[in-house]
């Protein structure tokens, strides 16, 4: 977690210590679902752009790539603006601080499950409640950290997967006037298509190597549930990209659509961890 400039190369230890570091108990555990799930869409909705920089509406970004590949070039060599590049570097700075220290102090929201579940008293019944109330709300940080880096690499990977496929079928699949386009598209903008292809690496190094290697550990073991999970984003995302006229309502209502999905979710999740004392198995 200390390598790196930027914190979403964290993301599977990050849901692990969500897992983890549960409570024992189901109420608690629902209340903080209900709790991140809520702040995550108010953060959504009032600062989409929260670390997400080039990475807004992917769904609208893969149509452009998909039905306009030079069209969604330009359009991604012209979005560059580099005040935001700026501010975006010194808030992954930011971000990768605070969730480091959130990291650390819901590591540490155990120790009050442990007392709670050995019926410890020596420090009194009001100070055990605020010292669990501290505790899940350090939790409930922690899922909202994990849901938003969830939505960012998601957005981040549809951002990658259209410049790279738009590009690519201007070079390979298009002909000599498509690859003219491109060339010149790249000669008059060279800083910023430098940015774009280290953009392009980062995304490799700290989101497809390291979930790709979460995803062989998870068939590895036969759990089941992260492949299951990533086919069917894949899967609905593709269909809404190639069928998007038919989901208008559904991609203007998309918002309320996530946090519905997540809230289920995770509920369901939250209402079936299995006890504490069996982390070994969710890790």
């Not at 496929?165 to 298009?174: F, H, I, N, V």
């Not at 979930?211 to 550990?217: D, G, I, P």
Request: net charge positive; aromatic share 8%; glycine share 6%.
């Amino acid at each position: 977690m200390a390598r790196g400039t930027t914190a979403r190369h964290v993301l599977p230890v990050l849901w692990r210590d969500v897992v983890v570091l549960a409570p024992s108990s189901p109420g608690r555990r629902l209340g903080i679902v209900v709790v991140a799930v809520v702040a995550n869409h108010v953060r959504r909705v009032l600062v989409p752009w929260l670390g997400q920089f080039l990475w807004h509406h992917p769904v609208d970004v893969m149509k452009l790539a998909r039905w306009s590949p030079h069209g969604h070039l330009e359009a991604t060599l012209v979005d560059v603006f580099w005040p935001a590049v700026a501010f975006w570097v010194c808030q992954q700075g930011i971000e990768s601080k605070l969730l480091r220290y959130t990291i650390a102090r819901s590591r540490l929201a155990a120790d009050a499950d442990k007392c709670a579940a050995s019926g410890k008293k020596t420090q009194g019944r009001g100070h055990l409640r605020r010292a669990l109330a501290v505790a899940d709300g350090y939790r409930a940080l922690l899922l909202l950290a994990a849901l938003t880096l969830a939505e960012r690499c998601f957005a981040e990977t549809c951002w990658a997967v259209a410049l790279v496929s738009s590009t690519l079928r201007l070079l390979l699949a298009g002909g000599r006037p498509e690859r003219d386009l491109v060339r010149r598209l790249l000669c008059a903008n060279p800083a910023r298509a430098t940015l774009l292809a280290c953009l392009i690496i980062q995304w490799i190094s700290t989101v497809a190597l390291p979930y790709t290697a979460w995803l062989a550990s998870s068939l590895r073991t036969l759990d089941l549930m992260l492949p299951a999970a990533t086919w069917c984003v894949a899967a609905a995302t593709a269909h809404m990209v190639r069928y998007s006229s038919r989901y208008f309502l559904a991609i203007e209502m998309s918002d309320m659509l996530v946090t519905l999905g997540w809230m289920a979710a995770l509920a369901v999740l939250a209402a079936s961890h299995q006890a504490e004392g069996k982390p070994g198995r969710r890790s």
